[in-house]
Each structure stands twice: as C-alpha cells, then as structure tokens.
Antibody, heavy 117, light 109 residues
Framework: QLQLQQSGPGLVKPSGTLSLTCSVSGGSISRANHHWGWFRQPPGKGLEWIGSIQYSGTTYYNPSLKSRVTVSVDTSKNEFSLKLTSLTAADTAMYYC?????????WGQGTLVTVSS | EIVMTQSPATLSVSPGEGATLSCRASQSLGNNLAWYQQKLGQAPRLLIYAASTRAIGIPARFSGSGSGAEFTLTISSLQSEDFAVYYCQQYNDWPPLYTFGQGTKLEIK
C-alpha cells in the first residue's frame, strides 16, 4: 500500500521560495499512467491543484501558478518535489502531495506553510 | 476552467439518517468526477471515482451517481465518523486542470 511522507520547512519569508519533497513508500514512483501531484488549501478554504508530474518527467501545471512553479521527480530516490517562487502571504496554506491516475489517493500528511517575515 | 458548484454549503443531519450532497459542473464531464471526505485537521480521503466507483476500503453506505454535469453523493444511515467536509473534483480536462467544488460541510443536527 502506497504511503506518502512530506518534508520541508513550514515558514518561508516573503519573496522567498517554498521547497517541499514527497517520499513514496510501499511501491515504485515509476508507475505508468500515474500522476504525482501537489495541492494546497488556504486556512478555512477549499482545495487548489498546483501541478503534477509523471515518472517520465512530464509536468502539468495550474495556469494560475505556472510562472512560479516547478515540480520534479527523482526516480532513484522514489520521491518528487515542489518549488514555488516569489511567495506572498496569499501562498500561506496547507500543502499536500498525492498520487493517482486522475483521482488522488493516497495523500501525504500535509505541510502548513506560512509566508511571513 | 471547469467550475464546480456544490450544494448545499452546509447540511445538518441526525445520526442514522441519510444525506444527499450535490455537485454541478459548468460543462459536461462524462463520468470524470471524484468525491473526497476531509475531517478537521486531516488530509482529504478518496471516497468515489468515475462518478460511482467506491475506492478501496470505503463502506457501502457511500454511493455516487450522476453523469454529464450533475452528480450526487449519497450517504445512507450516517455514522458519527461521517460528519466532515465533502469535496467533488473533476478530472475531465486534458491537459489536466483539476478543479474542486467549494465543499459541503455535513454537520450533526
């Protein structure tokens, strides 16, 4: 059974870069038709898709964030990562990684990222 | 972008009763819709995909129906652990641009 474990800092300065990693266990990240994704949820609000990647390295991004987002995969470490640049207070949210075909299960435990000086 | 609209925003139901949650898409999705449950302080949990297929380990009291632009999640005989926020998610766009409804909060009456 797949499990996802997130890591990365929870506090980032304005104009800085958010970097999170999601480690996959219980199975290979190199699954055909599988998408590995990042989502976020501002406090008290709904869910927003950030971007996804396949093991081949093919990426898909939300157009609203595309200019600031990079999602990458390291198949040798069985993990994938998120970078989000030029952060503002509006980027404060719980960030989740997950995996799936086009629906997503399982999800990582979440990382609360606060953008503050 | 496909806009997803859920109704009602909040639903108050007594334990043991049933609940019906609705999700409407701004364009036809076929059956490319999933439902998630999110409890306070937890990550979302997949309940239903392909509009009506229960995910592994999901109890039979959860059922999904609908196609096109109108979808329903039905929970029969509510248990205490079912009171949570429920989201629908479309995955019809290609290249993907996944969008969610704003959620329905299912609370104890």
């Amino acid at each position: 059974q797949l499990q996802l474990q997130q890591s990365g800092p929870g506090l980032v300065k304005p104009s800085g870069t958010l970097s999170l990693t999601c480690s996959v266990s219980g199975g290979s990240i190199s699954r055909a038709n599988h998408h590995w994704g990042w989502f976020r949820q501002p406090p008290g609000k709904g869910l927003e898709w950030i971007g996804s990647i396949q093991y081949s390295g093919t990426t898909y991004y939300n157009p609203s964030l595309k200019s600031r987002v990079t999602v990458s995969v390291d198949t040798s470490k069985n993990e994938f990562s998120l970078k989000l640049t030029s952060l503002t207070a509006a980027d404060t949210a719980m960030y989740y990684c997950n995996g799936g075909e086009l629906w997503f299960d399982p999800w990582g435990q979440g990382t609360l990222v606060t953008v503050s000086s | 972008e496909i806009v997803m609209t859920q109704s009602p925003a909040t639903l108050s139901v007594s334990p043991g009763e049933g609940a019906t949650l609705s999700c409407r898409a701004s364009q036809s999705l076929g059956n490319n819709l999933a439902w998630y449950q999110q409890k306070l302080g937890q990550a979302p949990r997949l309940l239903i995909y392909a509009a009506s297929t229960r995910a592994i380990g999901i109890p039979a009291r959860f059922s999904g129906s609908g196609s096109g632009a109108e979808f329903t999640l039905t929970i029969s005989s509510l248990q205490s652990e079912d009171f949570a926020v429920y989201y629908c998610q479309q995955y019809n766009d290609w290249p993907p641009l996944y969008t969610f409804g704003q959620g329905t909060k299912l609370e104890i009456k």
